[in-house]
């Protein structure tokens, strides 16, 4: 019998997840990628213990893990004069979680990704494409088609759409729902070569301004900043500028690090999240995953281990033989709720670090101080019920075996 046809929409971390994950469960897998290569962008990523579990799924998780450089090495929370808030390790989260935090350059997860891929999944890059009809799964049996820019037709069973945070997939599927909208901060992200001396992995909080430095597995450090500021804005003079601005007077090694990039270097993205849930993340024979079904704000560093469970959970229900319109509501019935949740969880962390008023951050800090003193694991406690869950069967194999359904909502992290 002839492999049924996947089409997927953007070579991101979700559209390269879903095509590692479809063609291990047997679809003929073609992604459709409007960038001209698969040039990785946004510096670093933190993968989580659920999207560790997730990628364990299809076999990555433990090349990911090998990657892992925070072990127990104390970092966590300071202040703009360099004074911990909060301390942790990371071991203790890996405790937590059954599961560690790396972080690691974009370019490294794509890779992996990439090199998961079998040799039959055709990758067509600068190719953008549009959704053309979502197919209907129904009596007619329509199959989906979608439109490069050049006029090609690609029909599929199925259509994976994670075309990102701009998704003219789900504008095109949901044209009545409001999209993402300014979260009311904007970011700044880029690599950097470490001085001399190990920098110990931190966030830095200030009023309405944010830093993060963290190490990579590859000696380099990913840096990250945020700051509360009005939707569109562009340094005149150069984000470098704009950053020394911000941060000049924090603690080492910010000072020196921003001073050594150069503002070509450095990514600037005004945040964008759906506080309106879409109604499905389905329709006809479409799907969307990843920012396109549920942008949310960077704060819970979720957004690409959520497009990753995703991708994974979408494997597990597609199950070749079946349905797809059961394949699809099984798909939105698991995603829906707990991504809902993620985007507002990451919603509230992002209150805690745009605080702009003195008086609501020093409040906020010798809260922060009062808890860690009295239960130093608390900070940690921010991401149970996110980073503690676990895909609903643990390989395609057990899913082919039985065609029950189980939820994919949190649950604690098993053997
Ligand atoms: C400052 C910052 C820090 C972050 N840190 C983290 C973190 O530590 N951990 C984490 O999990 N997440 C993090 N995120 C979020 C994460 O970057 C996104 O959630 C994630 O990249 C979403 O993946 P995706 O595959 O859904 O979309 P994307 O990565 O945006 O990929 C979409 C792809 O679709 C392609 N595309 C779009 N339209 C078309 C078209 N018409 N035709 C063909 N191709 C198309 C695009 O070119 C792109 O390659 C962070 C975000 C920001 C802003």
């Known amino acids: 019998m002839s492999k049924p046809r996947a089409l997927v929409i953007g070579a991101g971390v979700g559209g390269l997840t879903a095509a590692v994950a479809l063609s291990a469960r047997g679809w003929r897998v073609t992604v459709l990628e409007r960038a001209p290569a698969l040039e990785p962008v946004g510096a670093g990523i933190a993968v989580a213990p659920n999207a560790l579990r997730a990628l364990d799924v299809v076999g990555l998780g433990d090349a990911v893990r090998a990657l892992r450089s925070w072990t127990d090495e104390g970092g966590g ?8 808030l909060a301390r942790t390790t990371g071991d203790k989260a890996a405790a937590r979680f059954g599961d560690p935090l790396v972080l690691l350059a974009r370019s490294t997860l794509v890779d992996l990704l990439r090199s998961r891929l079998p040799a039959d999944v055709t990758v067509r890059t600068g190719t953008p494409a549009a959704l053309d009809d979502p197919g209907d799964p129904g009596e007619g049996k329509r199959p989906a088609t979608v439109r490069t820019e050049d006029g090609e037709v690609f029909e599929a069973e199925l259509v ?4 990102g945070i701009h998704s003219a997939t789900r504008r095109a ?11 009311g901060f904007t970011t700044w992200r880029f690599l950097a070569e470490a001085p001399g001396e190990r920098v110990p992995p931190h966030e830095t909080w200030g009023r309405g301004t944010t830093w993060g430095t963290q190490p990579l597995p590859d000696g380099r450090l990913y840096a990250y900043a945020a700051a509360t ?8 003079d150069g984000e470098r500028a704009e950053l020394m601005r911000l941060f000049g ?3 080492w090694p910010l000072p020196q690090l921003i001073q050594a990039v150069r503002s070509e270097d450095v990514l600037r993205n005004d945040v964008h999240h759906m506080t309106e849930p879409l109604p499905a993340h389905h329709a006809g024979r479409t799907v969307l995953i ?5 942008a949310m704000t960077p704060s819970a560093g979720q957004g690409g281990n959520q497009s990753i469970e995703d991708a994974i959970v979408l494997g597990q229900h597609a199950d070749p033989g079946r349905d797809i319109a059961v394949t699809l509501a099984a798909h939105t019935r698991d995603r829906l709720p707990r991504t809902s949740e993620v985007v507002r969880r990451s919603a509230r962390a992002a209150r805690m670090t745009t605080l702009t008023s003195g008086p609501a951050c020093a409040l906020r800090n010798a809260v922060i101080g009062a808890v860690t003193r009295l239960a130093p694991g608390a900070a940690l406690r921010v991401m ?3 980073a503690d869950w676990s895909p609903p069967q643990r390989t395609y194999a057990s899913q082919s075996r039985s065609s029950a359904h189980t939820s994919g909502q949190s649950r604690p992290p098993g053997p």
């Open 77 to 84: 929370l300071r202040t703009p004069s360099g004074r911990w």
């Open 160 to 163: 994976v759409a994670a075309d």
């Open 173 to 183: 599927l949901f044209p009545a729902h409001p999209g993402p909208r300014y979260a």
């Open 229 to 236: 500021v009005p939707e569109g804005q562009r340094a005149p």
């Open 249 to 251: 007077t924090w603690h």
């Open 290 to 294: 990843g920012d396109a079904a549920h």
């Open 384 to 386: 149970d019920g996110i």
